[in-house]
């Protein structure tokens, strides 16, 4: 059974720091790539970062370029996400989703598997 447990959200102030984590069960990270997507409140879902299953290619919407950076431990399984200089307009549900294949994109309609989301908010 395909799963994806996303973890690591919370409440952090504005210039903190937050790291998330994203457990994949059923599928190789040696086959698929892993995004991280995120949804404001009264906002479209939209592409945060991927990695990509062969040379671990990485991709960053420009929103985040520079202030997250995308990693994956194959051992584990996982994939984070590591979250600096967070900002008000960072607060999101975050989501991670694998995609067969190995090119890094967050298309959205491209990935096969969603996990339920973990909340980040960013306040004072």
């Known amino acids: 059974q395909v799963r994806l447990v996303e973890s690591g959200g919370g409440l952090v102030q504005p210039g903190g720091s937050l790291t998330l984590s994203c457990a994949v069960f059923?599928?190789?990270?040696?086959?698929?790539?892993i995004g991280w997507f995120r949804q404001a409140p009264g906002k479209e879902r939209e592409g945060v970062s991927c990695?990509?299953?062969?040379?671990?290619?990485?991709y960053y919407g420009d929103s985040v370029k520079g202030r997250f950076t995308i990693s994956r431990d194959n051992a584990k399984n996982s994939v984070y996400l590591q979250m600096n200089r967070l900002k008000s307009e960072d607060t999101a549900v975050y989501y991670c989703?694998?995609?067969?294949?190995?090119?890094?994109?967050?298309?959205?309609?491209?990935?096969?598997?969603w996990g339920q989301g973990t909340q980040v908010t960013v306040s004072s």
């Open positions: 989703a694998a995609r067969k294949g190995d090119y890094p994109t967050t298309t959205q309609h491209t990935y096969d598997y």
């Open positions: 059923g599928l190789s990270l040696y086959e698929y790539s």
């Open positions: 990695i990509s299953s062969s040379d671990g290619s990485t």
